[in-house]
Nanobody, 130 residues
Framework: QVQLVESGGGSVQAGGSLTLSCAAS?????????MGWFRQAPGKEREGVAA????????YYTDSVKGRFTISADNAKNTLYLQMNTLKPEDTAMYYC??????????????????????WGQGTQVTVSS
């Protein structure tokens, strides 16, 4: 059974940095996978933050994090990362890792949709204070 486990969340002051990790396990037969980071703030819908096909060819970001967040993958460790710099209070949310094992690409018109992914982690909380 495929499992995603996030870590690295915490509390920081505005302007600070955090790096989230998502360790994947329990899958075979796939070298590369479309994986993404989502976040959900209280009272808001879950939104796509960043995604990539783990061969590294394409990365996608929502506009509000471009230039501040970087998604990357270490395939040897089956781990996805989200480096978050210059954090703002509006980045406060539960952050989720997700993977799509049904397709062989991330798509520019669907990477941010929850329905694009069929495996989800439990989430890690990020809190940014002003």
């Amino acid at each position: 059974q495929v499992q995603l486990v996030e870590s690295g969340g915490g509390s920081v002051q505005a302007g600070g940095s955090l790096t989230l990790s998502c360790a994947a396990s329990g899958y075979t037969g796939r070298t590369y996978v479309c994986m993404g980071w989502f976040r959900q703030a209280p009272g808001k819908e879950r939104e796509g933050v960043a995604a990539m096909y783990t061969d590294g060819d394409n990365t996608y970001y929502t506009d509000s994090v471009k230039g501040r967040f970087t998604i990357s993958a270490d395939n040897a460790k089956n781990t996805l990362y989200l480096q978050m710099n210059t954090l703002k209070p509006e980045d406060t949310a539960m952050y989720y890792c997700a993977a799509d094992f049904r397709s062989y690409a991330c798509y520019s018109d669907s990477w941010s949709l929850n329905s694009h992914y069929n495996v989800w982690g439990q989430g890690t909380q990020v809190t940014v204070s002003s």
